[in-house]
């Protein structure tokens, strides 16, 4: 096990809880924003497009926020996604809502894209800030900021709706100051060798991309969460079909958050110890256990067990997969590389919530998940190729070794 120093531990401690509020306020979007939006909506056809603008502002904002890190650091970079996109995206929504204004509403929640688009950096800091030994560890214990959330988030969106006079706003006004708290615990963060981020040699993109690595950490990254993000947005839906309430379906999502970040303790340390490979074949073995449940039946223990699998898969995939891309590029190099990563990744999530409600239409429940197979299978053979040739690799013979 990986022995961290103080600093690092301290770093971690702060990006863990960083990430654990602004998943409070993206979990409060997805909960209260779609219902909010069908208040003020002047077509109901548009309910959830508060919702689709945190997505679109995430994908917007995901290049320029990794860019504008590599220039001004990471805590500058992290204090402009809390201040401007978590604490004015908060206070813009809350100005929707008390003047009806639905459009004012979106554009605070295209904000709190935007704070989501710079906290996706929060693991990379952590690796940024780490020793090779603890980076896996630190990268994971991050992500484990997410469990906390899991109870807070639904909790503010349920809890605060009449903290203010304007019915719906409390939640809102809560992620301002929440915001602000995670603006001064950034205070903080100490990165070290920024300077080398900003000064030092860059390789092309093009031949950085053609390391077999950074295919596999971004194509296994990227089908565990937009299969995730679908399935996690139809699941609602299907299980009100088969007949279900709105607290049965909250349980099941609670159980699915906890799936995704409870793992996080545990991850990093399964990286060191099997390698990256193996923790991604395991992720993608937990999606096909997770997509068979769900084709076989739509009980309560069906869903609930679907979705944790589908939880644990997600943690293991996107966790092994941003790992494994931060071994494959320079501190001068990460800004280009991680943006690029988080446009990919976040476009097919932006995709994957959209077409959540026309596949569930269409396909019905148990069709969706199965449709879902091909891509599991991909990000599997990939991996599995991927560590056979790095085998082959270290398996050759030195040159020096074949003239002695």
């Known amino acids: 096990m990986a022995v961290a120093t103080a600093r690092e531990r301290l770093n971690v401690a702060i990006l863990a809880s960083n990430q654990a509020l602004f998943l409070i306020a993206a979990i409060t979007v997805m909960t209260l924003s779609g219902l909010v939006g069908q208040r003020l909506s002047p077509d109901p056809a548009l309910a959830t497009l508060p919702v689709a603008m945190m997505m679109i502002g995430v994908v917007i904002a995901a290049l320029p926020a990794s860019l504008l890190m590599k220039r001004v650091g990471r805590r500058a970079g992290f204090l402009v996604g809390a201040l401007l996109g978590g604490a004015g995206g908060g206070a813009l929504s809350v100005l929707g809502i008390a003047a009806e204004s639905f459009w004012l509403f979106s554009a605070g929640n295209l904000l709190l894209g935007v704070y989501q688009a710079f906290a996706n950096y929060y693991r990379f800091a952590a690796a940024d800030a780490s020793s090779p030994a603890f980076r ?114 909250a349980t099941v999502m609670q159980w699915h958050v906890l799936g995704m970040f409870a793992p996080s303790f545990v991850t990093g340390h399964l990286i060191a110890r099997f390698g990256h490979a193996n923790v991604l074949l395991a992720g993608a073995a937990l999606l096909v256990g997770s997509i068979a449940t769900a084709v076989a039946g739509e009980t309560m223990a069906h869903y609930l067990l679907a979705l944790v699998l589908l939880g644990i898969g997600w943690n293991f995939l996107f966790v092994g997969g941003s790992a494994l891309l931060a071994t494959t590029h320079t501190p001068a190099e990460r800004g280009k590389v991680q943006g690029l990563n988080e446009l990919i990744i976040f476009t097919a999530v932006a995709i994957g919530s959209l077409l959540a409600g026309v596949l569930l239409h269409t396909a019905g429940w148990a069709r969706l998940n199965l449709l879902l197979l091909p891509f599991t299978a991909l990000a599997a053979a990939a991996t599995w190729w991927w560590r056979h040739q790095a085998r082959a690799i270290r398996d050759e013979p030195s040159p020096v070794s074949d003239h002695t």
């Open 136 to 249: 896996n560890q630190a990268i994971s214990l991050v992500l484990a900021g997410g469990v906390a959330a899991a109870f807070l988030g639904p909790l503010n969106a349920s809890r605060t709706t009449d903290l203010l006079a304007v019915t719906d706003a409390g939640p809102y006004a809560v992620l301002v100051v929440l915001a602000i708290l995670g603006a001064g615990l950034h205070l903080g963060l100490r990165i070290p060798n920024e300077r080398e981020a900003r000064t030092g040699y860059q390789r092309p993109l093009s031949e950085i991309i053609a390391q077999p690595a950074v295919g596999v950490a971004v194509l296994t990254a990227t089908v565990g969460y937009a299969i995730m993000i679908l399935v996690m947005t139809a699941t609602p839906l299907a299980m009100q079909r088969s007949g279900f309430g709105l607290a049965e379906a």
